[in-house]
């Protein structure tokens, strides 16, 4: 913490080498957001998005310099999770995509590589399995607390899929399945009712205080 300086200027960024985001996953605020780092950051610097689902490319393409984005994808919590995606879009130079990948091994990060595609790895393959079981239980097919003890002692799953959505938080979970949606056209992506239900309730997970569950206040 003690390497940490907060900034309310922009104007702070001009000397960094790496100028890394994690604002709202929302495209539009992200691409403001890479057009203000392109005026403000020197030439050379490379401007990171931690997205996990948006089209990197449409963040570099509100630059200048789109050979300079890359995406970084971090997992919560970032201080104990390795993985970091390392997401290069057609336009991402050679020179910033191994600068990023040596940034990530001298934080002690397991970088792993992959294309500009949505979802990237993990969420590609984690939501529409997050998704299946909220179908469960909207069709009556299991519960909530079995369906998360199946998958934990039959699956070797550290948290059910109930606890884990509960976690991410029920909006963050509901934008990244109408990309993963909207992007390949699968019927069976499409977002389960049950958890558009519970997000336009503003049952959130955890930050709540009620997601799938509920829970004490602090």
Avoid: W
Avoid at 63 to 92: C, W, Y
Avoid at 114 to 143: T, W
């Amino acid at each position: 913490l003690d390497r940490i300086r907060p900034t309310g200027s922009y104007d702070d960024f001009a000397d960094v080498d790496l100028a890394l985001e994690a604002v709202a996953e929302d495209l539009e605020v992200k691409r403001q957001l890479f057009a203000t780092f392109d005026k403000v950051c020197k030439p050379g610097a490379i401007l990171a998005t931690t997205t996990s689902s948006l089209p990197v490319v449409a963040c570099a393409r509100a630059t200048s310099r789109p050979q300079d984005v890359i995406g970084m994808h971090f997992f919560n919590p970032a201080p104990a999770m390795k993985l970091v995606e390392v997401v290069r879009t057609v336009l991402t130079a050679d020179d910033a995509h191994a600068t990023v990948r040596t940034l990530c091994g001298s934080i002690r990060k397991h970088p792993v590589d992959c294309g500009d595609r949505a979802g990237f790895i993990v969420n590609a393959l984690l939501f529409p399995y997050l998704n299946n079981a909220v179908k469960m239980v909207q069709e009556h097919y299991a519960s909530l607390d079995d369906i998360d003890a199946a998958m934990k002692l039959g699956g070797g799953y550290p948290m059910g899929p109930f606890e884990l959505l509960d976690v991410v938080g029920l909006d963050v979970s509901l934008a990244i399945e109408k990309v993963l949606h909207r992007e390949f056209r699968d019927p069976g992506l499409a977002p389960a009712p049950l958890l558009e239900h519970l997000v336009a309730a503003g049952c959130l997970g955890r930050k709540t205080g009620r997601g799938f569950r509920e829970y004490a206040k602090r």
